[in-house]
Structure formats: C-alpha cells, structure tokens
C-alpha cells in the first residue's frame, strides 16, 4: 500500500502558472511532455504580478532576442502567439480555472486552453468578467455556479492557497513545476522534460 501511494506522488507533478505570462503559455507544451511520458500534471494557479491594478496596464510588445526566443520556443510547440498589448489583472482568471479544476475538472483542460489563447491570441481581456464567461460557456462550465463561488470569496480563496504552496518551496514566479520533489523554475528547453519518465524518477532517489 505505502509502495503505490510513493509511487503516486512520484508521477504528480505540481506546475503553477499565470495567463498573463507568456512563459506559462508555451508552458503547456511541457506539460504535454510530461502527460506523453506517464506523468499527472497538476496545474495550480499563481499571481505573477500581484501587484497589477485591476483594469492592467499598457504594455509595448517588446523586441529582442528574449522576445525572438519565446516567439521560436511557441512556434515549435505548435501555439499561435501575439503579443498582448495589455498586462491584465489575472487574478480573476485564475480564480475561475482554480475552480473548475475542482469542481469541474473535465472541463478544466479546455477551459484553460481557452483563456491562454483568449489572452495571447485573440488578445481579448481576460480580467473581463464577460470573457471569462464566454470561455467557460463554450466548454460547458456552470458559469452561474462560478458566479457564485467569485462572489463569496472561495475561488480566490483557492488561489491564495495554491500559492502559499509554491512560496513554501521558494517559488516567487510562473511557470513552476515540482517534480519528484525538485522544483525546475521558468520555462526550461524541452529536452530537459523529455528526459523525465516517472521510472527515471523513482530511480533518481
């Protein structure tokens, strides 16, 4: 019994992200990695910019070859990007995915999918409560059940939980995964997941 719950927790992996990072975005292509190779990604939400006001700020999409780099690495996963030209507010965001990640996790996958690509594809504002409805109507979310759940404070609340979790492990960013106890920090290349296997793991302690 003690030997499969060991195993179990082996092949969880914790990953925190934010819609309003881009890094979190090509992120999802890691997480697929993970998923091929036999592992359960658990995705937890995290603020990377706490202090953002709500209603965001402008921002000038930027150039350079930090730019140039994330732009190849989302190529390559297969994910259109276009930079945003506002930094939302994602906490609200974030605190609708966190509750359909419990309440109704079939739909969770798609639902985040859909507000990445709300953000860095349509450029629509996922602070905007109409957004985030719009998206979750689309995947069948009980957007009136959410509703609730927004305005009594608990999906927040799950937020602010998910991230004291990462700040335990010294995590002050997105994306973030937790991996057999190790924690790999900022959007490492694909190569680095690749060579991850829940046997490579086990092996590893």
Same mark, same amino acid.
Request: charged share 25%.
């Given at each position: 019994? %003690?030997?499969? $719950?060991? *195993?179990?927790? /082996?092949?969880?992996?914790?990953?925190?992200?934010d819609f309003a990072c881009p890094f979190s975005y090509v992120g999802q292509s890691? %997480?697929?990695? #993970?998923?091929?190779?036999?592992?359960?990604?658990? &995705?937890? @939400?995290?603020?990377?910019?706490?202090?953002? @006001?709500?209603?965001?700020? !402008?921002?000038?999409?930027?150039?350079?070859?930090?730019?140039?780099?994330?732009?190849?690495?989302?190529?390559? &996963?297969?994910?259109? #990007?276009?930079? @945003?030209?506002?930094?939302?507010?994602?906490?609200?965001?974030?605190?609708?995915?966190? $509750?359909? /990640?419990? %309440?109704?996790? =079939?739909?969770?996958?798609?639902?985040?999918?859909?507000?990445?690509?709300?953000?860095?594809? =349509?450029?629509?504002?996922?602070?905007?409560?109409?957004?985030?409805?719009?998206?979750?109507? =689309?995947?069948?979310?009980?957007?009136?059940?959410?509703?609730?759940?927004?305005? *009594?404070?608990?999906?927040?609340? +799950?937020?602010?939980?998910?991230? $004291?979790?990462?700040?335990?492990?010294?995590?002050?960013?997105? !994306? +973030?995964?937790?991996?057999?106890?190790?924690l790999m920090v900022g959007l490492q290349p694909a190569s680095a997941f690749q060579? #991850?296997? !829940? #046997?490579?793991?086990? =092996?590893?302690?």
């Open positions: 019994m %003690n030997e499969h $719950w060991h *195993d179990d927790q /082996r092949r969880r992996v914790l990953h925190w992200y890691r %997480n697929a990695l #993970l998923i091929e190779a036999g592992f359960e990604v658990v &995705a937890l @939400p995290f603020q990377a910019h706490p202090g953002m @006001p709500r209603g965001g700020l !402008p921002v000038k999409p930027g150039q350079g070859r930090g730019y140039a780099a994330l732009e190849q690495e989302a190529r390559a &996963a297969g994910l259109a #990007l276009r930079w @945003p030209r506002r930094l939302p507010h994602s906490r609200p965001a974030l605190a609708a995915a966190e $509750w359909v /990640r419990r %309440n109704q996790a =079939a739909a969770f996958g798609e639902f985040q999918r859909g507000l990445f690509e709300a953000h860095f594809v =349509a450029g629509d504002a996922i602070d905007d409560q109409a957004v985030i409805d719009r998206v979750g109507a =689309a995947v069948g979310v009980d957007v009136r059940a959410l509703h609730f759940a927004l305005a *009594d404070g608990s999906a927040v609340g +799950a937020v602010s939980q998910a991230e $004291w979790i990462g700040r335990q492990l010294g995590l002050d960013g997105t !994306p +973030a995964w937790l991996v057999d106890g190790r060579r #991850l296997t !829940p #046997l490579s793991a086990r =092996a590893s302690r």
